[in-house]
């Protein structure tokens, strides 16, 4: 069973950076678009940013220019990079893998002074 274990939320100021980390067991993780998703109290999960396999990234408007997701796959993990955190950015992130529908824990992220 491939498990995503997502990391690296925290409490950050308006304008700070954190970057999350999500890592994938298994043997396959070079095969998979991976996705980042976030949910917000109150309000739907929604897709903040994509990369295939092959590397080809894509962003949510709210996020372009601010967030950047990458992989690597010798570690079997993919980053989102925040920067320019926003409070609007509160929100309890996941990490998705869709080809084999699998989800993370998620990991929070609260914006604010």
């Known amino acids: 069973q491939v498990q995503l274990v997502e990391s690296g939320g925290g409490l950050v100021q308006p304008g700070g950076s954190l970057r999350l980390s999500c890592a994938v067991s298994?043997?396959?993780?070079?095969?998979?678009?991976m996705k980042w998703y976030r949910q917000a109290p109150g309000k739907q999960r929604e897709l903040v940013a994509s990369?295939?396999?092959?590397?080809?990234?894509d962003y949510d408007d709210s996020v372009k220019g601010r967030f950047t997701i990458s992989r690597d796959n010798a570690k079997n993990t993919v980053y989102l990079q925040m920067n320019s955190l926003k409070p609007e950015d509160t929100a309890v992130y996941y990490c998705?893998?869709?080809?084999?529908?699998?989800w993370g824990q998620g990991t929070q992220v609260t914006v604010s002074s």
């Open positions: 998705n893998a869709p080809l084999i529908g699998v």
């Open positions: 298994g043997r396959f993780f070079s095969i998979y678009g």
């Open positions: 990369i295939s396999s092959g590397g080809d990234t």
